[in-house]
């Protein structure tokens, strides 16, 4: 079993930043893949970006350049540094994982993900 517990969420004007941070309890963080979703009310949880085992990330179009996602596998710790929000980046944000023998492809569907946190809100105004 793995909690995760998400932080970082606020209000930010359009063009400021914010860094989320998803810390993880339990064992073997090293041996899963991480991802940050986001979701709106009406809307499917969409992915945001995803770092897999050994470090690879992938991301959505939508935030690429703007968004970068690392993790820190002694502090059991992933983080999403988001710079040049826009208003269309407001969201609940969700952070999650799934354990892998695969170190290096990062699933960008949430159904991989076996376990999510609660989320923290992102919201950019105009």
């Known amino acids: 079993q793995v909690q995760l517990v998400e932080s970082g969420g606020g209000l930010v004007q359009a063009g400021g930043s914010l860094r989320l941070s998803c810390v993880a309890s339990?064992?073997?963080?090293?041996?899963?893949?991480m991802g940050w979703f986001r979701q709106v009310p009406g809307k499917e949880r969409a992915f945001v970006a995803g770092?897999?085992?050994?470090?690879?990330?992938t991301y959505a179009d939508s935030v690429l350049g703007r968004f970068t996602i690392s993790r820190d596998n002694a502090k059991n710790t992933v983080h999403l540094q988001m710079n040049s929000l826009e208003p269309e980046d407001t969201a609940l944000y969700y952070c999650?994982?799934?354990?892998?023998?695969?170190?290096?492809?990062?699933?960008?569907?949430?159904?991989?993900?076996?376990?999510w946190g609660q989320g923290t809100q992102v919201t950019v105004s105009s």
């Open positions: 999650a994982a799934y354990s892998t023998s695969q170190p290096m492809t990062v699933q960008t569907t949430p159904s991989w993900y076996d376990y």
């Open positions: 339990g064992r073997a963080f090293s041996n899963y893949n």
């Open positions: 770092i897999s085992r050994s470090g690879g990330s």
